[in-house]
């Protein structure tokens, strides 16, 4: 079975300060995501990377950054946390081979920015 | 643009009452349509991919149909433990890149 996990399932945090989320994956997947969840408008696509030391944009990456040294390893990054990242961070990953693979979720992270 | 619409946004069950929930899409180019299940507090749970027209999946009370523009699950007789937020995702044009319905929270009472 895919083992997807998080770092923390609970974070409060206060405004302005440094935020890393982490997410590791054991299934040797190439391709890590980053999505954040928030009631009435579903799961929204952070960044994502289809290797290591690589990363791409989602739809909404203002105020983060990703970093992925390793393969197994994808952190999320809030540079100065704000009230309004207040969320539920999830991480996913899936294999190569382009379309029709499934992504694997992690439990989540529940972010609070005070 | 791509969009995933889901309906209804919350259902009520009796225990032993079947219904479906409905998600429509409208994209330029469909790789596959998935779903998953996600309980309170918890990631989402994969539980089928579609490729193509007319493919249905089945897996214990659930069963997962598609047409050109939708796709239904059926839930036959469910039990409480059905109970959960059902999740549509498409895979369309963007590689790998998932756009997600809102979600159709399903409550099955006794």
């Known amino acids: 079975d895919v083992k997807v996990t998080q770092s923390s399932r609970y974070l409060v945090k206060r405004t302005g300060e440094k935020v890393f989320l982490e997410c590791v994956q054991d299934?040797?997947?190439?391709?890590m995501f980053w999505y954040r969840q928030d009631p009435g408008l579903g799961l929204r696509l952070i960044y994502f990377s289809y290797d290591v030391k690589m990363k791409e944009k989602g739809d909404i990456p203002e105020g983060y950054s990703v970093s992925r040294e390793k393969k197994e390893r994808f952190s999320l990054i809030l540079e100065s946390a704000s009230t309004n990242q207040t969320s539920m961070y999830l991480c996913?990953?899936?294999?190569?081979?382009?379309?029709?693979?499934?992504?694997?979720f992690g439990p989540g992270t529940r972010l609070t920015v005070l | 643009e791509d969009q995933v619409t889901q309906s209804p946004e919350a259902l009520r069950l009796q225990e032993g009452e079947s219904s479906s929930l409905n998600c429509s899409y409208t994209v330029s180019g469909l790789r596959g349509l998935f779903w998953y299940r996600q309980d309170p507090g918890k990631g989402p749970e994969f539980l089928f991919t579609?490729?193509?027209a007319g493919e249905e999946k089945e897996k214990e009370r659930l069963k997962a149909t598609l047409t050109k523009k939708e796709s239904f699950l059926h839930i036959t007789a469910p039990k409480p433990e059905d109970s959960a937020t059902y999740l549509c995702a498409v895979d369309a044009d963007s590689w790998g890149k998932l756009q997600f319905g809102a979600g159709t929270q399903v409550v099955v009472t006794p």
């Open positions: 299934m040797d997947h190439e391709n």
């Open positions: 996913a990953s899936s294999a190569p081979g382009g379309p029709f693979v499934a992504q694997y």
């Open positions: 579609l490729y193509s």
